[in-house]
Nanobody, 123 residues
Framework: QVQLVESGGGLVQPGGSLRLSCAVS????????MGWYRQAPGKERELVAA??????????KYVELAKGRFTISRDNAKNTVYLQMNSLKPEDTAVYYC??????????????WGQGTQVTVSS
């Protein structure tokens, strides 16, 4: 059984920073792409950033709203992905979800989601 557990959300003032973490545990053979998504009230879930690890290092992808403000990173030894969010704006308020493409110990590939962590940007 595979689990993704997110942490680090909360209430922050505009212009502030938060660091989200997502730890993967369970019967895992390997973790491929990992990413952060968010869903604001009344809106669809959207990609924020994604990261893959390869022989030449990590490759990252950001959507326009995240460029220059958010940084995604991963610690493969800890099976953990992070999202550093700076210069936060009220429109960043949403539930943030971690996603990981995992091959489990039975070599079965599946995409997993965390339970979500609330980020609220407000004065």
């Amino acid at each position: 059984q595979v689990q993704l557990v997110e942490s680090g959300g909360g209430l922050v003032q505009p212009g502030g920073s938060l660091r989200l973490s997502c730890a993967v545990s369970g019967r895992i053979f390997s973790i491929n792409a990992m990413g952060w998504y968010r869903q604001a009230p009344g809106k669809e879930r959207e990609l924020v950033a994604a990261i893959t690890s390869g022989a030449r290092g990590d490759s990252t992808k950001y959507v326009e709203l995240a460029k220059g403000r958010f940084t995604i990173s991963r610690d493969n030894a800890k099976n953990t992905v992070y999202l550093q969010m700076n210069s936060l704006k009220p429109e960043d308020t949403a539930v943030y979800y971690c996603n990981a493409d995992i091959i489990d110990s039975d070599f079965y590939p599946l995409s997993y989601w965390g339970q979500g962590t609330q980020v609220t940007v407000s004065s």
